[in-house]
């Protein structure tokens, strides 16, 4: 009674098991539809990074029944990376053919006969008949080895297969005795280094039954055969009773068979001998896959293929591919340190330019990681200021356009970026750009520029205002005062214009010198000398009197108690700043003398330094107490704290008595 009841709870446990294994059989491909088809699978052979960023992928896809799929469309096939879903830009199936090696290990049992024919003759004329079934042309390459080593190796020339397989007739099989030299002058073969990169190695193995004393040596060379990915097929020439009289040896050749990929087939005679065409068929075709690559980082990644059609869903496994991706590196070829500009005179409008207008810099982009690809965008930044960019070809030539008065140190930096994001920058590059000094008249500076139809048009207008002004002004004149006229004395008469400058050392502009008090006031109380700033002093010189106490701020004056100062318009080059567009960066230079006297000197300005309208000789002047200082438009007047006390004789202008 207890055994029936143990029967039936083990019976129960079997059926819920049974019921268990069905749900599951059911169920799961629904939850993993690439294992829907458990015939059906990819297989990813090799990924190629060469080209990077564009990958090529080799895989097959196989049938149920282990036939290849011949028929995949390009929308059909995806490439995961990295776990991101990415479309193909080329599909291509590929035929290479098959590295198809026979070793035949000849031996006494294979001259047995059944139905009057030896088992060796069968499996020769087999052998032919395929042959004769080949392509002319074929993309399959043949080898033959035996006992005595290899008799043909690699032939892609069908007849002289069947030529050699044919010459197998003549061998006595009577003395020859079974080896192993034939499966390792095949795995030898099949193992070194393949020339014909994507072409796949299947080995058939035609023997007799082995002695014992050899399974070592034939367990070695199956795990070589295993390691390298050559498939393995053995033709087994036996009785039927050899898996029961020798099971040692018979087993051992299913487990080298099984390991590599390859089946076991005994023939006894009376079998019909496999199709080798069913063999090499699944191996004679791949899938090559292109895309573009979305890696950008140094690491080791995953890349997976994926088939997605109506009636079935595949998925390989991944494989994982390591890849060094290191950003493009831009070099500035052949780089000036120093570009001067010049004026150079504009046929067609006569007026004087400055060249070059641009600087144009070439650069070179190097590839660390040894993998060239194409470029997105180049940049060039001066001082960090982006002044040109290419967005397409050509990337390697930049150019900075200059301005009118752009002079000075600047830092030049050029940037690439390729087709995967990637940025770098080159080493920052100095470069001096200096602007050409030409000797202008001092009208010229004042009226701002070279152009000649420019000045005298200006001058024409001033002449034109000048001959207006006389004409309805000689009224004022006759009606001065005489007896106003009379009280002054001979010295306090108006002057005559001053006649031409005598040769010689430097001309004195003959001006108004009086002796002015002492400006007492905070920052320039202790100064020996300052420059008190003039504005419109050509139109509305300033009236200065001995008896009128003067006022002079900070904002106008610039204190001398250096031993040298600057004056420019750039903060960054000159210690005083003049905002004036006709002042140079560095226009001039006061330093003291061992005398205790003040020297002015110009800095290679453009418009010049004068001084009471004499411009500076190289060697610069003393500056005397009053004297006026022109740089470019901007006007100043040079004071002593203590100067000496001279009569010198009072320049009176018409004005004054009006």
Request: proline letters at 7%; one cysteine or more; hydrophobic letters at 40%.
């Amino acid at each position: 009674m207890a055994r029936s009841l143990r029967l039936r709870m083990n019976s129960r446990k079997h059926s819920f098991v049974l019921l268990l294994i069905w749900v599951v059989g059911v169920f799961l491909p629904f939850n993993h539809p690439v294992q829907a088809q458990a015939g059906r699978h990819l297989e990813v052979i090799d990924v190629n990074t060469e080209a990077f960023p564009v990958l090529r992928v080799q895989f097959e896809a196989f049938e149920e029944d282990g036939s290849f799929v011949t028929d995949l469309r390009s929308e059909d096939v995806f490439i995961r990376e990295n776990n991101e879903l990415l479309g193909l830009t080329d599909l291509e199936l590929l035929r290479p053919g098959v590295q198809f090696i026979v070793a035949l290990n000849l031996g006494a049992d294979l001259s047995n006969r059944f139905g009057g024919i030896t088992r060796f003759e069968a499996i020769r004329l087999h052998l032919e008949t395929w042959i004769g079934t080949q392509a002319e042309e074929s993309s399959d390459q043949f080898s033959l080895a035996t006992n005595t080593g290899l008799q043909l190796i690699h032939s892609r020339d069908v007849e002289e297969w069947e030529q050699t397989v044919r010459g197998l007739e003549n061998i006595d099989l009577l003395q020859e005795r079974p080896s192993l030299v034939a499966l390792t002058r095949a795995i030898d073969l099949a193992t070194d280094p393949n020339p014909e990169g994507v072409m796949k190695r299947a080995i058939l193995f035609i023997t007799p039954l082995i002695p014992a004393a050899n399974l070592v040596g034939l367990s070695n060379l199956g795990d070589r055969a295993a390691e390298q990915g050559v498939p393995v097929y053995i033709w087994l020439v036996a009785s039927s009773a050899a898996r029961t009289n020798n099971p040692q040896v018979v087993d051992r050749l299913e487990q080298i068979a099984a390991s590599t990929g390859g089946d076991l087939f005994v023939f006894t005679g009376s079998e019909t001998l496999p199709d080798p065409d069913e063999v090499l068929d699944p191996a004679r075709y791949m899938y090559r896959a292109q895309y573009e690559s979305r890696i950008n980082t140094t690491a080791t990644h995953s890349i997976e293929v994926e088939v997605r059609r109506a009636n079935f869903q595949l998925r390989s496994a991944e494989k994982r591919v390591y890849l060094d991706v290191l950003p493009p590196n831009p070099i500035f070829l052949s780089p000036p340190s120093q570009v001067e500009r010049k004026w150079v005179s504009n046929d067609s409008t006569s007026a004087a330019v400055l060249e070059p207008q641009t600087i144009q810099m070439r650069i070179v982009v190097e590839y660390p990681d040894g993998k060239p690809r194409e470029l997105k965008a180049s940049r060039l930044y001066v001082d960090g200021v982006l002044v040109d960019q290419n967005l397409t070809e050509p990337f390697d030539i930049l150019e900075w356009p200059l301005d009118k008065t752009q002079e000075g140190r600047f830092i030049l930096r050029a940037e690439v970026e390729d087709t995967v994001g990637l940025r770098q920058s080159s080493i920052d590059m100095p470069l001096n750009l200096t602007v050409e000094v030409i000797e202008s008249s001092w009208w010229q500076t004042v009226l701002g520029g070279n152009d000649p139809w420019l000045v005298g048009a200006i001058a024409a207008a001033g002449l034109v205002a000048l001959v207006s002004a006389t004409l309805t002004g000689r009224w004022v004149v006759r009606g001065i005062d005489k007896r106003r006229t009379r009280a002054f004395g001979p010295l306090t008469q108006p002057l005559p214009p001053l006649k031409d400058r005598p040769k010689g050392p430097r001309p004195k502009f003959q001006v108004e010198r009086p002796t002015w008090p002492r400006i007492a006031m905070a920052g320039l109380s202790a100064a020996p000398a300052w420059l008190v700033r003039l504005h419109d002093y050509d139109r509305h010189p300033p009236k200065i009197s001995s008896e009128v106490e003067r006022s002079v701020t900070p904002a106008n004056a610039i204190p001398l108690t250096r031993k040298e100062i600057t004056l420019g318009s750039d903060v960054l080059r000159a210690q005083y700043c003049v905002n004036d567009v006709t002042v140079s960066g560095l226009h001039a230079r006061i330093r003291q003398t061992p005398e205790g006297g003040f020297q002015i000197l110009d800095a290679n300005s453009v418009a010049g330094t004068w001084v009471n309208y004499a411009p500076l000789p190289p060697t610069g002047v003393v500056l005397q107490h009053g004297d006026l200082i022109h740089l470019g438009r901007a006007v100043f007047r040079f004071e002593l704290a203590n100067p000496s006390e001279q009569t010198q004789p009072q320049v009176r202008l018409l004005q004054d008595y009006l």
